[in-house]
């Protein structure tokens, strides 16, 4: 081999590496995840639908690459958000968190995994649970039947407290008929019930010293992904005025609520990630039927129940998944 042949081979064997790189690094599916919310707030469900990649042969770094958009609560900044992953060209992209309508109007051709606590199917984002149809599927925790069992479950534990409130957010869709929904069961119960609104942390807030002038005696916090964000506002804001609430999921009881009653957001988020993965494979969003977890599990904090000088009846003891000393 002469001198100039060496050279030329080992020249392009040093060019050969970046390049392969390159390609590989470009082949690498990129799934552009959207949220409504935080990044803190939100860390557990992420790694949980990373777990979720991780059962479908997916690791982050490895073989797919996520990126990120947080509004940080401010839903007005989710069309430009999703905008952006779509010129980015991610392979899927995954709305939870409050982003599922926008990313369902941004596209109509880049496959959609959303999370919601939704109907679905009454919020337009597929045409039927068993077949979705179009670009879109995903995991829904449809918590309106929930909320009215939480409000029977706060008047089980409080059964003399005639007054109740209950926060939601009203910019989403589905705030006012879950209101309706439990207004309705709190009128066979006898219960009157003050429906408040909060859309950002100040009301919040206010929605507190609110209830303490209608003299509500117990707290129904609504299924919102902005309140979820805001858990501990929200436990600290009950403890402070000592008012017993009742949470649709037990992060709020894990940072120190009183009873939550829902299914598992984690295991959502986990789901999301296999449905993910599936795609990223080449199944179509329009065969995935929407998973809708059927576990609920109801939690209870004795010691805030303890700083509140609240006995918790047998009857809940013994219902409760959990209870936490």
């Known amino acids: 081999m002469d001198r100039r042949t060496f050279i030329g081979r080992v020249a392009g064997g040093i060019l050969a590496v970046p390049l392969a790189s390159r390609a590989q690094t470009s082949s690498m599916p990129v799934i552009g995840f959207l949220s409504g919310q935080s990044p803190g707030s939100w860390a557990p469900y992420v790694a949980a639908f990373r ?78 649970l068993a077949h979705p149809g179009g670009n879109a599927t995903g995991v829904s925790f449809v918590p309106t039947e929930l909320a009215a069992k939480r409000l029977e479950l706060l008047h089980q534990l409080v059964p003399k407290v005639a007054a109740i409130a209950m926060v939601v957010n009203p910019v989403t ?9 439990v207004q309705e069961a709190a009128r066979s119960f006898g219960l009157q019930l003050h429906v ?12 507190f010293a609110t209830l303490v002038k209608l003299r509500a005696g117990a707290l129904l916090v609504d299924s919102d992904p902005f309140f979820n964000g805001r858990r501990d506002q929200f436990v600290a804001l009950a403890a402070r005025y000592a008012v017993p609430a009742i949470y649709d999921g037990r992060e709020y009881v894990d ?71």
């Open 51 to 128: 777990n979720g990649l991780t059962e479908t042969g997916y690791v982050e770094g490895k073989n797919v690459t996520i990126e990120f958009r947080w509004a940080e609560g401010h839903y007005d900044r989710l069309p430009a958000l999703v905008a952006e992953l779509i010129r980015r060209q991610v392979a899927v992209v995954v709305a939870g968190g409050g982003g599922a309508r926008e990313a369902k109007t941004a596209t109509v051709t880049i496959p959609i995994v959303f999370t919601t606590g939704n109907d679905p199917v009454e919020n337009g984002l597929v045409t039927s």
């Open 255 to 325: 940072a120190g609520g009183l009873m939550s009653y829902g299914g598992s957001i984690t295991e959502v988020y986990r789901l999301a990630g296999i449905y993910t993965g599936k795609i990223l494979k080449g199944a179509k969003p329009a065969d995935l039927p929407i998973l809708q977890p059927t576990k609920v599990d109801l939690v209870i904090n004795l010691k805030t129940a303890k700083s509140l000088g609240i006995s918790i009846p047998q009857s809940l003891l013994l219902r409760a998944n959990e209870v936490i000393q």
């Open 173 to 181: 869709t589905y705030a006012a008929p879950r209101a309706r929904k």
């Open 196 to 207: 408040l609104n909060a859309r950002t942390e100040q009301e919040i807030d206010a929605a």
